[in-house]
């Protein structure tokens, strides 16, 4: 007997519905599963031979083929474990065939028969709306996930048994309602905290304004990772295009355990001793790395010159093309990029170049040493470079607060509403998107702005990326003031916070 079922995997940030085809002949029984399966939907076989039996149900002893079409793209993970059973139980006359060809089945079964959830379910059920699906049947833990797709009709049964009641008709099953959203949480660090460094903040106010990578260097115990942290609080909420998106590639990621969109910006912090694959993507279907996680929010790097500088050079291109592009043998990927670099240093391996109250012990082979760490071609990447000193004491103890993350956050999204209206037109949101043919269109220059910025490209010999990415922060910093043309004073202070990268 012949009978179909259909299920979904992930292949890379997409879902792709997967048709379970189920043959049941009188030959010498065995159990074969065909179609490009990978060792976790090879071993299904006993998950579902143990789930049917220990459900009330018997498994066919006979000769059972299970085909996975299409059949030339490698199926991953655990989740057609229950496109298999149903189909199985379909194929041996036990469920009725109608019934399983309707809804698109997504879920990882135990020896006992219960429904578990599996990675991706968003993006399975976003394919399966794309694809004509109405109905959804997986484990109720996943429910509120593929609810966030938005008119799916989903169905959360407990165990297989209570899905088979259900499709016999005895037991309906009953449909999951989404819940509500909380209220939103407001950021616990605020740029309040923040006593003193105010060339610090007000480069981190650029930054958010702009989209633009930010270099902080400065000794040990200055605030580098305290400002780092509070960056988020100041930039824009997501919009819900945004937060789909990041919400898909958690899920994706299997990091995904709210019940809820999520709704707070990314904030990544990998140790320095992330390999490539970590940082980028991995496995022969890529996984997403460390730079798609951070996609819409912020990658901190801490401790900059500790990573190893093969891992450093893979960020060039994320960085440029705001996406990640992978080949490998069976397919290409392309992964989504888009986010803030945010990295701290200390000025010399000691930490104490240029401390007033230090004495810096290292020799000035050991600077150059840990400074080539990190290559020019990355520096020149980074819009703001920013020198952070050890606070005053004078500054820790005084009484006034420091400005607070909501009134920053207040000036940004004005500079991002005038942004994003001027870049309308080449669909970008960004200064730091832009390209040559939008700075010609959109960043006119005074006399005297264009005068400075022609006797700093000659003096300091800077490439065509520096000058772009001066007029790019010069644009940003015309925005926060409300100027429509960049002047002198716009490009001397973006020129003061690439101090590193023209010393290179």
Known sequence: MFAQSYGAVTFGLSGHIITVEVDISSHVPSFDIVGLPAAAVKESKERVRSAIKNS???????????????ADLKKEGSGLDLPIAVGILAASGQLPEEAVRDPLFLGELSLKGEL??????LSMVLAGEEAGFHRFVMAPAAAQEALLAGGAEVYGPETLAELCEGLLGRAPLTAAEKRPEPPEKGHSADFSDVQGQRVAKRALEIAAAGGHNVLMSGPPGSGKTMLARRLPSILPPMTDEEALEVTKIYSVAGLFKAEHILRARPFRSPHHTISMAGLIAGGSIPRPGEVTLAHRGVLFLDELPEF?????????????????????????FTYPADFILVAAMNPCPCGYLGDPDHECTCTDGEIQRYRRKISGPLLDRIDLHVSVARPKYSELTGGAPGETS????????EARR????????????TNAEMGRAQLKATCPLTHAGSELLRSVFESLHLSARSYD?????????ADLSGAAEISDEHIAEAVSLRNMATRQ
């Open 116 to 121: 578990r959830p599996v990675p991706g379910v």
């Open 406 to 413: 909501a009134a920053i956050a207040a000036r940004v999204a």
């Open 308 to 332: 190893p500088r093969s891992v450093l050079e893979v960020l060039r291109q994320p960085l440029e093309d705001r996406a990640v592009h992978i080949a490998r043998a069976n397919a290409a």
């Open 418 to 429: 005038i942004e994003s209206e001027r870049l309308a037109p080449w669909n970008m949101r």
């Open 469 to 477: 990415r001066i007029i790019k922060v010069a644009r940003t910093i």
């Open 56 to 70: 009330g149900y018997r498994f066919p002893v006979y000769k059972i083929t299970v085909n996975l079409a299409p």
